[in-house]
């Protein structure tokens, strides 16, 4: 009789934990499996974040103010990065970022002190690191802040308090950020020709030359793929070997027009110039001067390759709602989307 109890009891408990298992396997919530369109937004109105399904039949304009429907988000929307269950919202012109629900976006808490001017973040053993521009040059007069190029830092926030904990130096300018092997590998948009190198152990710094304008930049088995679009020069892909910091170029054709972005996907190199997209293999010594597609874009504000799809945004009068639109890897239009002012990334919630 016991035996046979027990016997009921295992069956209960292995159906119990075979139904837990399928329940994971559903959506954690409203914004599960699809891509969240970040809008930079302006000065007066702030940003917004909208929202398509991976089917493409679901689409929220403005997911942060449906959900946290009194909270400002911020102006100058730059990033958002994400960490377990929570989504991480950089709003640079505020000088902040909203730690929410990735799956609810229901505000959870704001980190709001120790910033200045933060643009975009990676995240390792428990803590955010996340690139300062601090304060910027006056073109008019380049005497009034002559420190503007090195006073930018890394915050260093303990993601367990929302707290910045410390901050890394990094005597250069900082921006886009990778991580890998425990360094952070910070491009340099502006009048730098360096990469810097932080080791986020000692705290150090170190600078690969690589070329001005220095932009995008993806990692993909064990080299640095960077973007480099000098104004009204051609452009150019600089490859890294992080193991010993050898660098080798690919230059753009000038006739392509202006370089703009890149980025990783299925062992190939995407990158835009002017509305186009063209594509070459990681392998590749010469760059590809056919495009995939061209697209009705005004502004190439914001681009990405993911699950066979090509994501394009157009930054548009950065005073109006403006357009996202998303291909297939053939260069068929799949959707148009009408979004929020200055769309200048796409994140996916997978």
Known sequence: MKLTRLFLLALSASLFVSCSNDDSDGPKGVYDNGVFILNEGNFTDGGSVS??????????????????????????????????????????????????????FKLIAKIDTGLANPRYGVVKDGKAYVTNANTYPSYTDPEKNPNANIDDYVAVINLSTNTVESKIELKGT?????????????????????????N???????????????????????????????????????KVKISDKSVSKIALPANLGNAGQ????????????????????????????????????????????????????????????????????SGTLQKELTVGVGPNGFYFND
């Open 51 to 104: 929202f398509t399904s991976d089917d493409l039949n679901t689409f929220t304009k403005d997911v942060y103010k449906t959900v946290n429907t009194s909270d400002f988000v911020g102006k100058y929307l730059q990033n958002i990065f994400f960490d377990g269950d929570k989504a991480y919202i950089i709003a640079g012109g505020s000088n902040v970022i909203n730690v929410v629900d990735r799956y609810s």
């Open 174 to 198: 900082g921006n886009r950020i990778v991580l890998d092997n425990g360094k952070l590998y910070i491009t340099e948009p502006n009048n730098s020709d360096k990469l810097l190198v932080v």
């Open 262 to 329: 890149l980025d990783i996907e299925g062992g190939k190199i995407y990158y835009t110039a002017s509305s186009s997209v063209y594509v070459m293999n990681t392998t590749a010594t010469t760059a590809s001067t056919t495009p995939i597609l061209t697209s009705p874009v005004g502004y190439l504000y914001g681009f990405a390759v993911n699950d066979n799809r090509i994501y394009l945004a157009d930054g548009g009068d950065f005073k109006s709602n403006s357009k996202a639109y998303i291909y297939n890897l």
């Open 200 to 238: 986020i152990t000692t705290k150090t710094v170190e600078t690969v030359t690589i070329g001005s304008d220095a932009d995008s930049i993806e990692e993909e088995n064990g080299v640095l793929f960077i973007l480099r679009k000098p104004y009204g020069a051609a452009g150019e892909i600089v």
